[in-house]
Structure formats: structure tokens, C-alpha cells
Nanobody, 116 residues
Framework: QVQLVESGGGLVQPGGSLRLSCAAS????????MGWYRQAPGKERELVAT???????NYAASVKGRFTISRDNAKNTVYLQMNSLEPEDTAVYYC??????????WGQGIQVTVSS
């Protein structure tokens, strides 16, 4: 059984920063892709960022230059450093991992709220 545990969410003022973490544990093949989705109220789930085992990254246009994804392969952990946060970044953020693409396993989701 694979478990993804997310942490680091919360309430932050516009312009602030948060760092999300997602640690994977359990029995799984080598993880190739790790990443983050988010879903705001009334909106569809959106891909935020991905990172491969070889550290190739990809970002949604809306977060490029503000968010940075990274990973620690030894710890099976992925991070999302979020800077210059905007109210539009308010959403539930979901961690996901996969062998070829994201979606094999999902975290439970963590709330990020950007508000003054």
C-alpha cells in the first residue's frame, strides 16, 4: 500500500510564501514522475508542476517564475516552494506520483489559502 502525506499548507497573505512537502511511503516501483495539482472551488483540477527522476521540471504558465518544484529521491519526497502568492493560488493542492506519468497515487490534499 502506498501512502502520500502532504504538509505545509495554511493561510498566508498575498505576496507571502509557503513550502509544501509530500512524502511517499509503502511498496512501489521506482518513482519517475512526482508533481502537484490543485483544485480551486468551482474549478477543474489543474496541473501545477512536475519533476522527473532526472530533475526535469515543468510548470503551469500561471505559476512559472513564482513556484519551484524539487525532490529528494532518497527520501521519496517532493517539495513545492511557492513565492509571491496571489489570491488566485487559493486551492486544495494534491501531490501525485507515477511510474510514467502522474496519477498512479494521490495524496489526500492540503488547503492553501491566500488572503489578507
Amino acid at each position: 500500500q502506498v501512502q502520500l502525506v502532504e504538509s505545509g499548507g495554511g493561510l498566508v497573505q498575498p505576496g507571502g510564501s509557503l513550502r509544501l512537502s509530500c512524502a511517499a511511503s509503502g511498496s512501489f516501483f521506482r518513482i519517475n514522475v512526482m508533481g502537484w495539482y490543485r483544485q480551486a472551488p468551482g474549478k477543474e483540477r489543474e496541473l501545477v508542476a512536475t519533476i522527473t527522476r532526472g530533475l526535469t521540471t515543468n510548470y503551469a504558465a500561471s505559476v512559472k517564475g513564482r513556484f519551484t518544484i524539487s525532490r529528494d529521491n532518497a527520501k521519496n519526497t517532493v517539495y513545492l516552494q511557492m513565492n509571491s502568492l496571489e489570491p488566485e493560488d487559493t486551492a486544495v493542492y494534491y501531490c501525485s506520483i507515477g511510474g510514467l506519468v502522474l496519477g498512479d497515487y494521490w495524496g489526500q490534499g492540503i488547503q492553501v489559502t491566500v488572503s489578507s
